[in-house]
C-alpha cells in the first residue's frame, strides 16, 4: 500500500531541497568549528567564528523556511511532526555548535584542549552521515545508506559523551583555576549537546525509515 500512494504522490519539490540546504548548511558549520578550534592562529580562529555565527543566521532562514511550507501545504512527502522534528534538530545542532564557539570567543578560552578538538571531530562526521542521510530522502531508494548512517550517528554521540565525560574529570583533577574549569566544561558540555541533537536527528530519520521505507 505504501508503495502504491507513494506512486500517486505528487513528487516533492520543495521539503526535500530545504532540508538538502540545511544538511549542507549544518555540515559547513561543523567543518568551520573543526577549522576554528584546530589552528593555533587566533585572527584566523575569530574569522572561522565569524563563519559560523553567518552559517547559522543561513541555517534559521532555512528552518524558517521549512515551517513556512509546512503551514501552506497539506500534502507532505512525511509525516507533518517528523518534518517538524528533523528541522529542528538540525536547527539545534547549528545553534550548540555556534554557542561552543561564542563561547570560546566570549570567554577568551585560547587553550583548547584535545578534547574540544575530538569532539568538534565528531561532530563533522556525525553531520556528514546526517547530510548523506538527509540526501537519501529524496527517493529511499539506498535505504540502507540512511539505517547505516544513523548507526554511526548513534555511536558517535556514544564517543563524544566518554570524551566529554573523561575531559571534565581531568579538568576537575588538574585544573587549578576554578573559573577556567568552569569556562573550559561549559564548552565541552555544549559541545556534547551538540552531539546529542545529532543523536536526535537520526533518530527522527529512523522514525521516517519505520514509516516510509
Known amino acids: ?49 565569524k563563519e559560523i555565527e553567518r552559517l547559522e543566521h543561513v541555517g534559521d532562514e532555512i528552518t524558517h523556511s521549512i515551517f513556512l511550507e509546512l503551514s501552506k501545504n497539506f500534502i507532505t512527502p512525511f509525516d507533518r511532526e517528523d518534518i517538524h522534528a528533523l528541522a529542528s534538530a538540525v536547527d539545534d545542532i547549528a545553534d550548540y555548535i555556534h554557542a561552543s564557539a561564542s563561547n570560546i570567543e566570549l570567554y577568551n578560552i585560547t587553550n583548547i584542549g584535545d578534547a574540544m578538538i575530538k569532539l568538534a571531530e565528531l561532530l563533522v562526521e556525525m553531520c556528514t552521515d546526517l547530510d548523506k542521510a538527509i540526501r537519501e530522502l529524496r527517493s529511499f531508494k539506498n535505504i540502507r ?14 564517543q563524544a559523551d566518554y570524551v ?22 561549559e564548552v565541552l558540555q555544549t559541545l556534547e549537546m551538540a ?19
Open 145 to 158: 545508506v540512511i539505517a547505516d548512517a544513523c548507526v554511526r550517528i548513534n555511536s558517535g554521540e556514544n
Open 1 to 49: 500500500m505504501n508503495n502504491i500512494f507513494k506512486f500517486f504522490t505528487p513528487k516533492d519539490k520543495k521539503f526535500q531541497p530545504l532540508f538538502e540546504q540545511a544538511g549542507s548548511n549544518v555540515l559547513k558549520i561543523s567543518e568551520a568549528l573543526f577549522l576554528a578550534l584546530s589552528t593555533k592562529d587566533l585572527e584566523k580562529r575569530k574569522e572561522y567564528i
Open 164 to 185: 566529554c565525560n573523561i575531559a571534565i574529570a581531568r579538568l576537575f583533577e588538574f585544573e587549578t583555576n576554578a573559573i577556567e574549569l568552569i569556562k573550559q566544561k
Open 195 to 213: 552531539t546529542d541533537k545529532c543523536e536526535d536527528a537520526a533518530n527522527v530519520l529512523e522514525s521516517i525509515l519505520v514509516k516510509n521505507a
